[in-house]
Nanobody, 124 residues
């Protein structure tokens, strides 16, 4: 499975961005997710979506502001980010796994496939 993330950019605080992650190859992932890595910090969980069932999961820091969506016909997931703050500045990565269980969703080590990352910068 190959993952291609896109949609990052520079936005002012309070603005919005939508990231995309396109999956190609043997796309049999049970779950796809977004992680982010601020400068000099660890990569942390942002949101995940069950590909078939559509259930979504969010980190507390983004609940109510971010929405993860899927387009199964096109093998793409999106991360709609609203009310952005400078603390959201990071490289955003998409990830996927064919067999992950719910309790492991926030763990980056549980994902087998990763995209290359897209930079999101929020100015104050």
């Amino acid at each position: 499975v190959q993952l291609q993330a896109s949609g990052g950019g520079l936005v002012q605080a309070g603005g919005s961005l939508r990231l995309s992650c396109a999956a190609s190859g043997r796309s049999n992932s049970r779950c796809m997710a977004w992680f982010r890595q601020p400068p000099g910090k660890d990569r942390t969980f942002v949101a995940a979506i069950a590909v078939r069932a559509g259930y979504t999961y969010y980190a507390d820091a983004v609940k109510g502001r971010f929405t993860v969506l899927r387009d199964n016909a096109r093998n793409i997931i999106y991360l709609q980010m609203n009310s952005l703050t400078p603390e959201d500045t990071a490289v955003y990565f998409c990830a996927a796994d064919p067999s992950i269980i719910q309790s492991s969703l926030p763990s980056r080590d549980a994902y087998r496939y990763w995209g290359q990352g897209t930079q999101v910068t929020v100015s104050s």
